[in-house]
């Protein structure tokens, strides 16, 4: 990590602010060298943390901005590095050269997440917090927000290293009296032990529980518009929207593929997902859709099934109804209200407890619609922000923990010396510190900083 990188910090779209970002040995060196305080004072000169009123220089060390410059110097530091922050206007021209004139003074360009991978690797987060920062970033609801947040500020890892701590010491109580038996130490019992793993298996499976909420809030419940062509699911989805995302036309078969959307609706992030009305098509652009359609299905939490309430059942929606059918949560979802309704809702209600009218065209009834889905994904309260697995990594990581804690109590059960139980033991130690950091291999670290911008 000797290279001093730099990265522009703000989006690539013009901006009221736009942040130039170094970290490094030479990051101190590289702002100084593109900044002139309007005091005459160098950079290099002020303390840590002090916002300095100046002038940007571009490569060739004409002034191309006036800008606010500070300094964080390492250790105590966001990356742990020396770090510095130029602060100007947000013209994507104006970035570009600042950015080119720190290439120039000694500095090269940032890789996605380097920033928090610097700050993971020189101990200033653990790797809960450093997927904290990206799922803060991609936060579409206030529960996101809270619960990433929350992460960042360690909850999760104070509540895994609870778990940690207590195997740790089980382990270092028996290694003391095997180590040292002249010392004056408490023996080491059987009973000991088989708290231990009850308190472990039980806190980690109290763990394990929450990675369908943490996932749901993080990432948002897969739900797939189902019905027949036509029925109104494009509308809809551009409805929950507020914009056209999907092509509308009266033409059965517009949509030929899966369009994938987040939003928010009834406080429940959802990652809509519009598909090929379903149908046999003699198309067969429009048959492969369908077959994606019947694949989104498989991985959906909620199925909107979108009915059209101005005209009879047809043999295509008892098609869609039976797929619908195949998601754990399913909302009838009667179009066209603002058109005379001929269906049967009683009849429907039987079918799908959970129905509700709507018009995409007018928005009449999206807001008992939201209440439907609100009342299939319970929210909740906000007393464990922060403490809930987000992602599959981590459920998995805690998973394993939890299995080899159980292969610990089977052995203890079937009467095998405690050096033997806590081999299992030492093994929920390794993945749970996966989860933090502690232990992970190279290519994972990879893989979970590889999800982050340039300039994070």
């Known amino acids: 990590m000797a290279h001093t990188i730099a990265a522009i910090a703000t989006g690539s779209q013009p901006a009221a ?5 170094l970290s490094g040995e030479g990051a101190v060196a590289a702002a100084q060298a593109v900044f002139r305080p309007a005091s005459g004072r160098p950079l290099g000169e002020y303390p840590n943390r002090r916002l300095v009123y100046g002038t940007l220089l571009g490569p060739d060390g004409a002034p191309i901005d006036q800008a606010l410059a500070t300094l964080s110097r390492g250790p105590g530091s966001y990356t742990g590095e020396d770090t510095a922050e130029i602060h100007c206007h947000g013209a994507p021209a104006v970035l ?23 700050a993971f690797l020189n101990g200033k987060l653990d790797l809960l917090q450093a997927e904290a920062v990206a799922d803060l970033l991609d936060a579409d609801s206030p529960a996101a927000v809270h619960q990433a947040a929350g992460q960042l500020g360690g909850a999760l890892g104070r509540r895994v290293g609870a778990i940690y701590d207590g195997l740790v010491d089980l382990l270092a109580h028996f290694h003391a009296v095997l180590d040292y038996p002249d010392e004056d130490i408490d023996p080491f019992r059987a009973r000991e032990l088989e708290e231990g793993l009850v308190r472990a298996r039980r806190g980690l499976e109290e763990l394990l529980a929450t990675y369908d909420r943490g996932s749901l809030i993080a990432r948002g419940a897969p739900c797939v518009l189902v019905g027949r062509p036509n029925a109104g699911k494009s509308s809809l989805l551009n409805a929950l929207l507020g914009y056209d995302r999907a092509i509308v036309t009266p033409v059965p078969g517009t949509t030929r593929d899966t369009i994938e959307e987040r939003c928010v609706l009834g406080g429940v992030p959802l990652r809509l997902v519009d598909t090929a009305g379903m149908r046999r098509a003699s198309d067969p652009v429009e048959q492969l859709g369908v077959e994606r359609s019947l694949s989104a299905l498989e991985g959906a939490q909620l199925a909107l099934l979108v009915l059209d309430g101005a005209q009879p059942l047809t043999a295509e929606d008892e098609e869609a109804m039976e797929q619908a059918l ?21 009849g ?23 209440e439907a889905v609100a009342a299939l994904f319970p929210g909740g309260t906000d007393a464990g922000a922060g403490e809930l697995l987000s992602n599959a990594r981590q459920a998995e990581a805690a998973r394993r923990a939890l299995e080899a804690v159980g292969r610990a109590e089977e052995s203890l059960g079937m009467g095998m010396t405690p050096d033997a139980v806590l081999v299992d033991a030492e093994e929920a130690l390794a993945a749970l510190g996966e989860l933090t950091g502690a232990n992970l291999r190279e290519d994972v670290t990879d893989r979970i900083f590889r999800r982050f911008c340039v300039g994070k």
């Open 96 to 118: 570009a050269l600042g950015l080119e004139a720190l290439f120039a003074a000694g500095a090269r360009q940032a890789q996605p997440g380097e920033f928090t991978r610097r």
């Open 326 to 346: 195949r998601s754990p949560r399913v909302i009838c979802v009667v179009n066209k209200s603002d058109l005379p309704l001929v269906l049967d809702l009683d």
């Open 17 to 21: 602010i736009g942040i130039l970002r």
């Open 348 to 370: 429907l209600r039987r079918r799908f407890p959970h129905l509700c009218v709507v018009s995409a065209a007018t928005g009449q009834g999206l807001e008992e619609l939201g």
